[in-house]
């Protein structure tokens, strides 16, 4: 199916884009190591299916093996051991060129002799696309892109958003299996970078390709992934929605890397219907409690800021509820909330609740009660 025939077909900014409507490439990772001869490879072991028309995020840290995957996929990199296989074919020893897949950089790569017509026709002129073809395609994809009329326009004469919306129309232009980005915002600024999340999460509605996407910005991908696998030291620490590894995160690693958490450390001290802190016996709700068997080793207890409850009268505590007793240390304004951030328990451990912005009944200084439903905290894997 080509670009215009995705477009035609596709439905007006839709929620999500139904299964039986994706039109992508399943990409299947088995076993993949990438080993550089250090101390420890740089992807070890990873093993990922992404299924098609799927907006996949891969999210980690700086060297946590999130681009190099990437480039693997893209054949970029040469596979130390492992399959990689797109719809069910092995490409692990394929060059790059005869894989079929674009891709989309942080940096352009726009042909700054090149109009943008020209910069969007390349990759159809390598593979002998007609003329006529390639002039229609163009002005779809373009289209598709919000970029009509600046087809004679040089790269120097367009602003870096729309830069990288051109790039973007050269990486789907010849319809590829899937389409790479890696980190392709990063050099933009907070707003133009929101406003090319939309774009991009919209293209990717309307085409229904396969999408993966590299980042280690938290909120970039939580606002544009299906799904995301969390990056940590080469490994895959956790797979899922963006709902599910934020409420319901496996480990600390992933509770902290996605969003604010408080936590706290239960040691090796087993888990029951009860959880205990300090000198805190808390309550466990069984459903709460992450498959991850690392949480029989070494478990803590996450609940997140906006979960927590302060109040100066104890009595004031939700029947059930747990609790703990701390002190105010400071208050941050953030627009729309307030973070008040907390001196918990007897070890003055850092904690945090969110409350409303015009909420003006603490100060520094104050002495609280902290309490948060036991629904609504995780037992991880510490």
Known sequence: MTISSKVAAAAPAPASTPDSARQGTQIRLSGVTKDYGLASPAVDAVSLTIQPGEFMTLLGPSGSGKTTTLNLIAGFETL??????????DVGTLPPHKRNLGMLFQNYALFPHM????????????????KDEIARRVAEVLELVQLPGRDQNYPSQL?????????????????PAALLLDEPLGALDRNLRGA???????????????FVFVTHDQEEAMNLSDRI??????RIEQVGTPEELYRRPDTLFTARFLGDSNVFDLGEAAVGTQATWEDHIWSVDPATVAEHPGVKAHGAVVVRP??????????AVAPGANAVRATVRDLEYMGSYRTVMLDVGHSRQLGRARIDALDAAFAVGDEVTAWWKPERQRIVAA
């Open 115 to 130: 109009t943008v017509a020209q910069n969007v026709a390349y990759p159809l002129r390598e593979r002998k696309v007609p």
């Open 229 to 234: 696998a969390l990056f940590n030291t080469g």
């Open 306 to 315: 906006e979960d927590v409850r302060i109040s100066h009268d104890p009595q």
């Open 159 to 175: 602003s870096g958003g729309q830069q990288q919306r051109v790039a973007l129309a050269r990486a789907i232009v010849f319809d």
């Open 80 to 89: 130390s051991s492992g399959t990689i296989a797109l719809d069910g074919a």
């Open 196 to 210: 090319l999340q939309m774009e991009i999460r919209r293209i990717h509605r309307e085409v229904g390709s396969t």
